[in-house]
């Protein structure tokens, strides 16, 4: 069991750093800005203070080892700090704090050569992808799968690359941290389903995949006043129809197997007395089923065209990224059930609709992930809340995890 004083620091370090751009109740920490740089520092001083070695790698991936990284295996623990603009306390720095903290209540015992192997906890960069596109560019960076001159050039909407940002916090390093032996990563539901069936834990055994795409519609900028409507080709006209082509497609799909989203515009020349002359928007199709997302992107090719026609405009594809759906490291879910039972939590597999670091791991490493509730399902806003019962369970078997995946290391693939 977790002592009461771990507990008391744990939620101790988890109100601290809540601190850090707090807002209506929630954080407004984005990638880059003063508030992410002042996470990252109270993360090094924790660090520091624990005598743990610190590293940065080129894209600002903070990491701290509680032994100097050796040839001993070493199993990696986080999340991120960045939040959503108004976003919650709990997304992402719930898993940060309890890796720290499940470090600092074995680190005794892995510098005594009791435990045979280190621990590393790391805050990964741009998780959250809200400032600059694309998300889990840190990980994605570290695993190789996004070279790091192409992350660093990332613009934001004022044009200011990530590169640029990130050093003007100072989180920018040179140090080559090597792939670890195994990930594991604990992260709140951000939906309702743990709470709503009464389980403690949600053990993640796949993800759902995602097509997101770049949409550009181009229309005619003119005097919103006397240009006669027939005459216009409004471009954000020919855009509240894809935006409603595209909800639609996600509430008449069968069995809620379908989530599409329009979730970002921008508007040239955002003047109230023109009409738009170019709409640029982000699509998001998500399932899990790899059929159906390949027949929602043809459906979305057929509305696009249809909304050419209609509307005059002429509208593109830009830009688009697909995440496959996956599977977890197939042993991982046994070691979370095994871990969940040893410390009297009740448990259940389940898919994760939103991506997270720990599947871009996955990709890589051995990688373990788990839920832990969300009041209310509340995510992305300030009214995320997690108890502090849950929380505690987190840590609990975060640890017991990380006992039962070390003593199996030799037998990791």
Not at 123 to 133: I, S, Y
Not at 182 to 204: N, T, W
Not at 237 to 243: H, K
Not at 244 to 272: E, F, K, N, Q, Y
Request: proline content about 5%.
């Amino acid at each position: 069991m977790i002592s009461s004083n771990h507990r008391d620091g744990f939620l101790h370090t988890f109100s601290a750093f809540s601190e850090i751009g707090a807002k209506n109740g929630g954080l407004h920490r984005l990638t880059g800005t003063p508030e992410d740089g002042a996470a990252r520092a109270l993360l090094v001083s924790a660090f520091q203070d624990r005598g743990y070695t610190v590293a940065r790698d080129a894209i600002g991936n903070l990491f701290g080892f509680v032994l100097p990284p050796d040839d001993r295996p070493t199993i990696l623990l986080g999340s991120h700090l960045d939040s959503q603009p108004d976003g919650g306390r709990f997304d992402g720095q719930t898993g940060v704090v309890t890796a720290l903290w499940a470090a600092h209540v074995l680190e005794d015992r892995i510098r005594s050569g009791e435990l045979p192997f280190n621990l590393g906890v790391v805050n990964w960069t741009n998780e959250e992808g809200a400032r600059f596109q694309p998300s889990v560019l840190g990980s994605s960076v570290f695993t190789g799968h996004v070279p790091v001159k192409d992350a660093l050039e990332a613009t934001d909407s004022h044009s200011t690359t990530l590169g640029e940002s990130l050093a003007a916090i100072e989180a920018l390093g040179t140090d080559d941290v090597p792939l670890p032996a195994a990930y594991l990563e604990v992260h709140v539901e951000q939906g309702a389903v743990l709470e709503r069936e009464g389980v403690d834990i949600g053990i993640i055994e796949g993800a759902w995949g995602a097509v997101k795409l770049d949409i550009c519609i181009e229309g005619g900028q003119t005097h919103t006043g006397p240009t006669p409507m027939a005459e216009r080709v409004d471009a954000l006209y020919a855009t509240a129809l894809l935006v409603t082509a595209v909800h639609r497609m996600g509430l008449d799909h069968p069995a809620g197997r379908l989530h599409t989203t329009v979730g970002s515009l921008r508007i040239t020349p955002d003047s109230p007395n023109c009409t738009p002359s170019e709409v640029r928007s982000k699509v998001e199709l998500r399932s899990d089923d790899p059929e159906t997302l390949t027949a929602a992107r043809a459906e979305l090719e057929s509305v696009l065209a249809e909304i050419g026609r209609e509307t005059g405009a002429k509208v593109e594809i830009t830009g688009e990224s697909l995440r496959e759906t996956t599977s977890m490291w197939p042993h991982g879910p046994q070691i979370l059930e095994q871990a969940a039972d040893r410390c009297q939590l009740s448990s259940r597999r389940m898919k994760t609709i939103a991506g997270h670091d720990a599947l871009v791991l996955n990709a890589a490493v051995p990688s373990l992930f788990f839920f832990i509730p969300s009041v209310a399902g509340y995510t992305h806003n300030c009214h995320e809340l997690t108890k502090d019962e849950d929380l505690t369970n987190g840590l609990h078997l975060m640890v017991n995890t990380i006992e039962t995946l070390g003593a199996q290391m030799k037998n990791i693939p």
